[in-house]
């Protein structure tokens, strides 16, 4: 319960927590409430909105904008969420590594993050999709690869920070062995930075992902906001329509899930959960 109020103290967190509830349920509900196929052409060409059977109006080709919102927010939600474990996956495994075995393991490993992190995250992930190719698989790859120094670098001091621990040091003591020290005693406990860590990953994941799809290096077999955006541009002036709602789900989005981040943040830092903010 003291967990729940924490969160709760955050005026955004609630507000976040609502927005995003709401993206995952038309996620999920995406082909009961849109049941036509995105890429369909199911009306004449810039119908606005309002329009009969087009509530969001239509596109340049006469598809249906409201369908390609719901299907987009499927692959929005997938990227972000399947590229943020593998970072996780990746950057927890490294950093974990590098923060308990220290020396030469940590120098190294250390190197390589830096090594990643010298290219801009963008341009690395354009130039990875671009060289495997656009497809979900290479976007959640390219994404990956560029979101998991950091959680590394934070794994790592995390580690740093906890093995020297007196609980750590009484369960060695006691004979345990090193993997069970880390699984039991010391990855539990840095846990906490990571979650808000990754939440808020997970909206940059999203916004690159965007980003991809509106430069046209999205997957050519699915409907995503950025690829909505993109093939808008030409036309903003004619169609407002067609770029303001996409983009206002992207906005919503990555908004929600940040303040969803914070909010997590103050509930499981220990001082701000006892409401000390000095």
Do not use: K
């Not at 699984?183 to 406990?189: A, C, E, G, K, V």
């Not at 846990?191 to 990754?198: D, F, R, S």
């Not at 329509?241 to 220990?270: C, K, Q, R, Y």
Request: one cysteine or more.
């Amino acid at each position: 319960m003291g967990f729940v109020r924490a969160f709760l103290r955050n005026p955004g967190g609630p507000i976040g927590l609502v927005l995003l509830i709401a993206v995952v349920a038309v996620a999920l509900l995406a082909p009961l409430l849109a049941p036509v196929d995105p890429w369909e052409m199911v009306g004449a060409p810039f119908e606005p909105p309002l329009s009969p059977d087009l509530p969001l109006g239509s596109d340049t080709m006469g598809r249906d904008i409201a369908a390609g919102l719901a299907h987009g927010a499927r692959v929005s939600l997938a990227i972000g969420l399947s590229s943020t474990l593998a970072a996780l996956l990746v950057g927890v495994v490294i950093g974990a590594a590098a923060g308990w075995f220290g020396g030469l393991v940590d120098a190294v490993l250390m190197r390589v993050a830096e090594l990643f992190q010298t290219i801009p995250g963008f341009i690395l992930a354009v130039l990875l999709v671009a060289t495997l190719g656009p497809s979900l698989s290479h976007e959640i790859l390219a994404i990956a690869a560029i979101s998991w120094p950091p959680l590394a670098r934070l794994t790592r001091g995390e580690f740093l920070r906890l093995r020297n621990r007196d609980f750590v040091r009484a369960a060695a003591c006691q004979g345990e062995r090193p993997a069970t020290l880390v699984l039991r005693h010391i990855l539990p406990n840095a846990v906490a930075p990571l979650i808000v860590t990754g939440a808020l990953t997970v909206a940059t994941a999203i916004l690159i992902e965007s980003a991809l799809s509106f430069l046209g290096l999205g997957d050519p077999n699915l409907m995503s906001w950025g690829y909505m955006v993109g093939a808008a541009r030409t036309v903003i002036r004619q169609a407002w329509w067609m770029s303001v709602f996409p983009g206002a789900a992207i906005l919503v989005t990555v908004l929600a899930i940040n303040l969803v981040g914070e909010a997590l943040n103050d509930a499981l830092n220990p001082r701000l959960a006892r409401g000390d903010r000095a």
